[in-house]
């Protein structure tokens, strides 16, 4: 199996019955420990696929626009386009990716809270109509810009996070939307929904309740003084309204899983434990890690949001052997690459691996300079039986046109590593 072969091109490992990502896995960390430890990403196709079957069996009414922003690689956009999805874009760059996949115009949102003027202006040039808006200057700047441009009204929301202000910066709230729909008016600008966002972080389900509930304000507020007229045009009788939702992670979080090499150790005593790691009160030592990934790379994301996941050490250990308190860095040996706080982990070593998994979302950017970070390499794969399911989709190795579709042979060796051949 391979990685990426150019800008535009993958190959698509298709895994035999009886071969699982664990195999993968084991393959890839005996080939990158040979040529240089480099981290490296595991994709799962085959994991997007069932998401989006899953997605048509529990709620086929609503059409998702996957959120480009949460991973833009080109392999998954490509995939979701062929099953169908729309795309909801904070960018013109992001735009400009999902056309060059044949992605019509009225199949991309644009949803950037704060829009540059020139992007509107490339929207309106490319027929990309439905636009989110929050704010009176947001809706003046369209009204300017885009004469064909259809809103969705952005209302503010909250959640359990814990990260409320965040929530509340961007949206509309209720006391602001007549305001802005009576603008929307004398600008003869058309709103023809409502958009909420809720954090996929939030497990509260009275959220969306409240959510719905503050929506439908809007449109009670909309029918009577903005958009009857319109009503019969994209509300006909027995037409009922059209839901769409702008899922990101849901698709792409659980089908990437990240390798990443120890390449630093530090013993420390550990009642002298690094700051924000809880003192043991024991006599045992605390490790500190350091990483080949961190914040200026893949873990772009801890800046904003704590890691969940505690990774999984990819060497054997007994099931008695000591754990003690651990600490994960990344490269960059700055304060705020702080990966994991504290987690307990058998003693490592230089060169031993760290498997990370649910790494699909907000994760598979270009890297930063700082300290010569790298972008890891991607392998995807897909088994057989999830190949044939995409297929039985009307989904073909001929829709998929940058793709190449092999079948792949990973062996176990008398050393216990793994080895592929295509």
């Not at 439908?216 to 009857?228: E, H, L, Q, T, W």
Request: with cysteine; net charge negative.
């Amino acid at each position: 199996m391979k990685g990426f072969i150019d800008d535009a091109n993958y190959f698509v490992g298709l895994l035999d019955e009886g071969t699982n990502l664990g195999d993968v896995i084991d393959n890839y960390v005996n080939e990158h420990t040979l040529t240089g430890k480099k981290a490296f990403f595991v994709g799962d196709l085959g994991k997007i696929v069932k998401k989006h079957s899953q997605w048509q069996n529990v709620v086929a009414q609503i059409k998702p626009f996957y959120t480009v922003k949460c991973n833009s690689t080109p392999a998954v956009l490509e995939i979701l386009a062929a099953l169908g999805t729309g795309f909801a874009c904070s960018s013109k760059t992001e735009m400009v990716l999902v056309q060059e996949l044949g992605v019509s115009p009225e199949n991309i949102i644009y949803i950037s809270p704060c829009k540059q003027v020139s992007q509107i202006k490339y929207a309106a040039k490319v027929g990309v109509n439905i636009i989110t808006c929050d704010s009176e200057v947001e809706l003046k700047k369209i009204a300017r810009n885009h004469p064909n441009a259809k809103v969705l009204l952005h209302i503010a929301t909250e959640d359990n996070t814990g990260n409320e202000e965040g929530n509340m910066k961007f949206g509309a709230t209720l006391k602001n939307c007549r305001h802005i729909l009576e603008c929307a008016k004398e600008l003869d600008v058309q709103i023809i929904g409502v958009k909420f966002h809720v954090s996929s972080a939030c497990k509260e389900s009275q959220v969306y309740v409240h959510a719905l509930s503050d929506a439908r304000c809007v449109f009670d507020m909309a029918v009577n003084r903005v958009i009857s007229p319109l009503l019969d045009v994209y509300f006909p009788e027995g037409s009922g309204i059209k839901i769409i939702s702008e899922p990101g992670s849901y698709y792409v979080s659980s089908a990437f899983t990240l390798a990443v090499n120890i390449i630093a150790k530090k013993v420390v005593e550990s009642d002298k434990f690094s700051s924000g790691v809880e003192k043991t009160g024991s006599d045992e030592p605390a490790f500190v890690y350091s990483m080949n990934d961190g914040v200026y790379g893949s873990f772009a994301s801890k800046l904003s949001e704590d890691l969940n996941t505690i990774p999984e050490v990819h060497k054997k250990y007994k099931d008695d052997e000591p754990l003690f308190t651990s600490s994960l860095w990344g490269p960059s040996c700055d304060e705020l690459d702080h990966i994991v706080e504290k987690c307990l982990l058998p003693e490592l070593n230089v060169g031993d691996w760290l498997i990370f998994d649910n790494m699909g979302a907000d994760s598979l950017h270009e890297p930063s300079a700082f300290n010569d970070c790298q972008r890891p390499a991607i392998y995807f794969m897909m088994s057989f039986s999830d190949w044939y399911e995409m297929q039985d989709a009307g989904i073909t190795s001929d829709t998929m046109k940058h793709f190449f579709f092999v079948p792949s042979c990973i062996q176990l060796s008398q050393e216990d590593s793994f080895s592929t051949e295509a």
